[in-house]
C-alpha cells in the first residue's frame, strides 16, 4: 500500500513536523499510519508523544538484525511509529556505510511493510541525499519534496523539478514524476513568497504544489507537545489541506464525517486561489 516520502535538498524547512501531522490526520481518517524516521536526529518520535530520554529505535537497531514488528510502537496520536533511535557518531557512520552496501536490509523490511492493505507508510529523511532514502524511494508513491517559500529554496526548485536533487539518469527523472513540491511557510501578501509559488507552479507543471502557510502555532505546537494539527489557525488548515489532497492522490477513500472544529477558511490556498 502507499509509502509517502517527506524530502529536501535542504534542512529545517519542515519535513518532520509535516510527516507527522500528516501521519496524524491520515490515522485520524481511519488509515493503519506507518510514521518511519530516517533522520539520524530521531526527532520525529518527539512530534508523536515520546518521552525525549526513550532513545531505541529501528534504524539504530538495524546493523544487530532488529525488525521492524519488534521496533514498532503506538503513539496517542494513533500512529505506529518507528522511530529512528539514538547513534553515536560512529554508529551512524557504520550505518550508513552498511545501508550504502546493503541497502536492501532497509528495503526489503519498508516492502514488508507497504505490502499489507490498507496500511500508509510515511517517512521522514534527513535532508538531503543519504543511502537510507535510496533504499525506500523506488517503493514511494508520492515523494513530498518541502521547500521554504524564499530565495535559497527558489535555487532548488528547478533541481526539484528534473528529479537532479535525487541523483542522475533515468532513475531520478522517474522518481521526479512521483514529486509533489510542498512549499512551507509561506507568508500570506509577501511578494517573496508570492513569487517563489508562481515559479514553483510554472517548474513543476502537471505535478502538484501545496502551500503551508507561516503560522507561529505549527512552531509552538512541538513545544507543548502537541501536534498542529490539534490547534486551529492557517497553518493547521493547510496541513490538514495537504493530508487531504495526499488521501485523494492515493485512492484513501472518503474521510470520516468531518465534526465542524471551527478552522478559519482564511489560509495560504485560500489567498492564492488554489482552494475555494
Ligand atoms: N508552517 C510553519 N510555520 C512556522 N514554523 C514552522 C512551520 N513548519 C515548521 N516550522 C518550524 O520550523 C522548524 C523546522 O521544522 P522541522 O524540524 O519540521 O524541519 P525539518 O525539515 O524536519 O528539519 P531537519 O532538516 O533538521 O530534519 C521547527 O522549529 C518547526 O516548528
Ligand atoms: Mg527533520
Do not use: Y
Not at 522511530?83 to 541497502?103: C, Q, V, W, Y
Not at 539518469?169 to 511578494?191: C, E, F, H, I, Y
Not at 513568497?193 to 504544489?209: H, I, K, Y
Not at 501545496?210 to 503560522?215: G, L, N, T
Amino acid at each position: 500500500m502507499p509509502l509517502i516520502a517527506f524530502v529536501s535538498p535542504k534542512g529545517g524547512v519542515g519535513k518532520t513536523t509535516l510527516a507527522a501531522s500528516v501521519s496524524a490526520v491520515l490515522a485520524a481518517r481511519g488509515a493503519e499510519v506507518i510514521a518511519l524516521d530516517l533522520d539520524p536526529q530521531n526527532a520525529l518520535r518527539l512530534h508523536l508523544g515520546v518521552p525525549i530520554h526513550e532513545e531505541s529505535g529501528f534504524l539504530a537497531g538495524l546493523p544487530d538484525g532488529l525488525r521492524w514488528q519488534e521496533a514498532l510502537r503506538q503513539t496517542r496520536a494513533g500512529v505506529g511509529l518507528l522511530p529512528h533511535g539514538h547513534t553515536e557518531p560512529k554508529a551512524s557512520l557504520d550505518l550508513t556505510r552498511l545501508l550504502l552496501e546493503r541497502p536492501d536490509l532497509l528495503g526489503q523490511q519498508v516492502r514488508e511493510m507497504v505490502s499489507a492493505p490498507g496500511r500508509v507508510v510515511i517517512v521522514d529523511a534527513a535532508p538531503g541525499p543519504s543511502p537510507a532514502l535510496s533504499a525506500v524511494l523506488p517503493l514511494a508513491d508520492v515523494i513530498c519534496v518541502v521547500l521554504l517559500a524564499d530565495s535559497g529554496s527558489a535555487s532548488l526548485i528547478p533541481s526539484v523539478a528534473s528529479g537532479r536533487f535525487l541523483g542522475r539518469g533515468t532513475l531520478a527523472s522517474r522518481a521526479a514524476l512521483k514529486a509533489m513540491l510542498v512549499l512551507n511557510q509561506v507568508d500570506l501578501g509577501a511578494p517573496l513568497s508570492d513569487a517563489v509559488l508562481e515559479f514553483a507552479q510554472q517548474a513543476m507543471g502537471e505535478r502538484p504544489v501545496s502551500a503551508v502557510a507561516r503560522d507561529p502555532a505549527v512552531a509552538e505546537a512541538l513545544a507543548d507537545r502537541r501536534l498542529p494539527v490539534e490547534g486551529v489557525g492557517p497553518g493547521s488548515e493547510d496541513i490538514a489541506l495537504l493530508a487531504e489532497t495526499l488521501a485523494k492522490r492515493l485512492d484513501l477513500g472518503a474521510p470520516p464525517v468531518e465534526k465542524d472544529r471551527g478552522r478559519p477558511s482564511f489560509s495560504a490556498l485560500t489567498s492564492w486561489g488554489l482552494r475555494r
